[in-house]
């Protein structure tokens, strides 16, 4: 097995041997992910072909694997952007803003979330699929719609106002500060503008003009203004 993505929750073997087969290893605190990705028309098991429990787990109960063949490629999308000079194209963005916009509001249903994205973190499937395998920790939805934040994160242009406007720890976010999050990493993998740190509605408008009156432009316009996903 070849290692092609790791970080402290998952990690992404290729098979040397047999062709288009991949594992993922998680903590089991992550599941929720995992079964979200068993909702996509993917070929995935919880055993490898051949019937066998996967060495990869090392006996330790908080560690699962499974198993994904007939996959052509995974790759991550810091990978994909380095590849195509740092800019995706507009059905890229598409299928980014789609796939990455469902398993939030997958988690949410589950009344769980994550505050805010990074390119570090996300895979693409067969170039078309993209998963949030998040470095950070999944966060109980309070019954008001809020998030507990309980450290600091480094700040990114990725980063809400509201997460930005922290002063102090512990402290409370709105659980849908991802959309805001989802919506400057669409904007920076279009444009390739990294000038997006606490930017006004304004700011985006002109950057996206290339766009204007499509889904795209309208789905990210809503993310910003409103922190409201909706792809029409």
């Not at 599941?31 to 098991?45: A, P, V």
């Not at 999308?77 to 598409?94: A, R, T, W």
């Not at 919506?183 to 740190?197: E, I």
Request: aromatic letters at 14%; a negative charge.
């Amino acid at each position: 097995m070849n290692q092609i993505f790791n970080n402290r929750n998952f990690n992404i073997y290729k098979d040397l041997k047999e062709k288009n087969f991949f594992s993922i290893k998680y903590d089991n605190k992550y599941e929720l992910i995992i079964n979200y990705l068993k909702t996509k028309n993917y070929d995935i098991s919880d055993k490898k072909n051949d019937g066998d429990e996967s060495d990869e787990n090392d006996d330790n109960q908080d560690i699962s694997s499974i198993f994904l063949s007939n996959i052509n490629n995974i790759q991550t999308l810091k990978q994909k952007l380095e590849n195509n000079m740092y800019m995706l194209s507009y059905n890229d963005i598409e299928k980014l803003l789609l796939s990455l916009g469902n398993q939030l509001t997958y988690l949410e249903r589950n009344n769980y979330t994550f505050p805010f994205f990074d390119i570090e973190n996300i895979i693409i499937i067969n170039d078309n699929f993209y998963l949030y395998l998040a470095d950070i920790d999944l966060l109980k939805i309070k019954n008001n719609n809020n998030i507990e934040i309980l450290f600091p994160y480094k700040k990114t242009i990725f980063f809400s106002p509201n997460l930005l406007s922290l002063t102090e720890i512990p402290s409370y976010v709105p659980s849908n500060s991802w959309i805001y999050s989802l919506g400057v990493l669409a904007t920076f993998c279009l444009t390739n503008n990294s000038d997006l740190f606490n930017k006004d509605i304004s700011h985006f408008e002109n950057l996206l003009q290339n766009i204007q009156n499509t889904k795209v432009y309208y789905c990210i316009i809503r993310c910003i203004r409103e922190n409201d996903f909706l792809f029409i």
